[in-house]
């Protein structure tokens, strides 16, 4: 996870934001930093093994700037429009951080061109076709000089076979990741999931783990293992996951994004 708090830019931050948010902040994310190390150590494993990833989907880009200033690097969006908007503002709030932005929502072919513009890492990959069309989309930002090397993605893993909530059927992962591997324009760094709602969260994680660990044995670059969210993160820890995607358990409720 990330490093120091910056005190005087969270300091900075209370004028712009408001003191009782920022407060609120602070303390949602200690928090969700203390269930982490709990579920690390129920585990035997590492906190530093484990990333936290913010989910910022319909927060305001002050809210990042205020994370950013709390020592969080890593952002999340679901949706490009919002992603992209979001990332220049945050960019513009705080020009001299180093952040990460991570595209966590479906994605469709045709967005591939604008989502490469701000994401440094697209986690919801589910399919060949997308994975083309996004390798696509970095050979022409590459070819134009507008960035330099591959892109980072992640295979999402569909736990449940619904259509409706996306990924890849897990038998036709291997296949996958074979496929973007041989790509030049992305590289493949982990696989992704959402658990679903009403099924055994342990069997899920377990599941997705044993996937994670065939995958290893032929890619060895396939190191993250992205899973569990506000309500699950804990099981997900304790079945190995690196990168837990937190949005409520950080932020609120999403009524605070009428914020404005």
Same mark, same amino acid.
């Given at each position: 996870?990330?490093?120091?708090?910056?005190?005087?830019?969270?300091?900075?931050?209370?004028?712009?934001?408001?003191?009782?948010?920022?407060?609120?902040?602070?303390?949602?994310?200690?928090?969700?930093?203390?269930?982490?190390?709990?579920?690390?150590?129920?585990?035997?494993?590492?906190?530093?093994?484990?990333?936290?990833?913010?989910?910022?989907?319909?927060?305001?880009?002050?809210?990042?700037?205020?994370?950013?200033?709390?020592?969080?690097?890593?952002?999340?969006?679901?949706?490009?429009?919002?992603?992209?908007?979001?990332?220049?503002?945050?960019?513009?709030?705080?020009?001299?951080?180093?952040?990460?932005?991570?595209?966590?929502?479906?994605?469709?072919?045709?967005?591939?061109?604008?989502?490469?513009?701000?994401?440094?890492?697209?986690?919801?990959?589910?399919?060949?076709?997308?994975?083309?069309?996004?390798?696509?989309?970095?050979?022409?930002?590459?070819?134009?000089?507008?960035?330099? $090397?591959?892109?980072?993605?992640?295979?999402?893993?569909?736990?449940?076979?619904?259509?409706?909530?996306?990924?890849?059927?897990?038998?036709?992962?291997?296949?996958?990741?074979?496929?973007?591997?041989?790509?030049?324009?992305?590289?493949?760094?982990?696989?992704?999931?959402?658990?679903?709602?009403?099924?055994?969260?342990?069997?899920?994680?377990?599941?997705?783990?044993?996937?994670?660990?065939?995958?290893?044995?032929?890619?060895?670059?396939?190191?993250?293992?992205?899973?569990?969210?506000?309500?699950?993160?804990?099981?997900?820890?304790?079945?190995?996951?690196?990168?837990?995607?937190? $949005?409520?358990?950080?932020?609120?409720?999403?009524?605070?994004?009428?914020?404005?």
């Amino acid at each position: 996870m990330s490093g120091k708090p910056d005190n005087a830019g969270a300091a900075r931050n209370a004028d712009d934001l408001g003191a009782a948010r920022l407060d609120q902040l602070r303390q949602s994310l200690a928090a969700v930093k203390a269930r982490i190390a709990d579920a690390c150590a129920s585990a035997g494993r590492d906190p530093a093994e484990v990333r936290l990833l913010a989910v910022t989907k319909t927060f305001p880009a002050i809210d990042v700037a205020a994370l950013i200033d709390l020592g969080l690097r890593d952002f999340a969006e679901n949706k490009d429009q919002e992603g992209g908007a979001k990332a220049a503002e945050a960019a513009r709030l705080r020009p001299d951080a180093d952040v990460r932005w991570h595209m966590v929502g479906r994605l469709q072919r045709n967005k591939a061109r604008t989502v490469v513009r701000w994401a440094d890492e697209v986690q919801s990959v589910d399919s060949p076709r997308l994975a083309d069309a996004l390798g696509r989309a970095v050979a022409n930002r590459i070819e134009r000089g507008e960035r330099s $090397g591959p892109l980072d993605v992640q295979v999402q893993v569909s736990m449940d076979a619904d259509p409706e909530r996306g990924g890849c059927p897990s038998e036709d992962v291997p296949d996958l990741v074979k496929h973007i591997d041989q790509m030049s324009e992305l590289s493949v760094t982990g696989l992704m999931t959402v658990a679903p709602i009403d099924a055994d969260q342990d069997s899920v994680f377990a599941r997705l783990q044993r996937l994670f660990h065939q995958v290893q044995r032929d890619f060895p670059g396939v190191v993250e293992l992205s899973a569990g969210m506000s309500g699950d993160l804990e099981r997900a820890v304790a079945h190995g996951s690196t990168c837990v995607r937190v $949005g409520t358990a950080l932020l609120g409720g999403r009524e605070l994004a009428s914020r404005g």
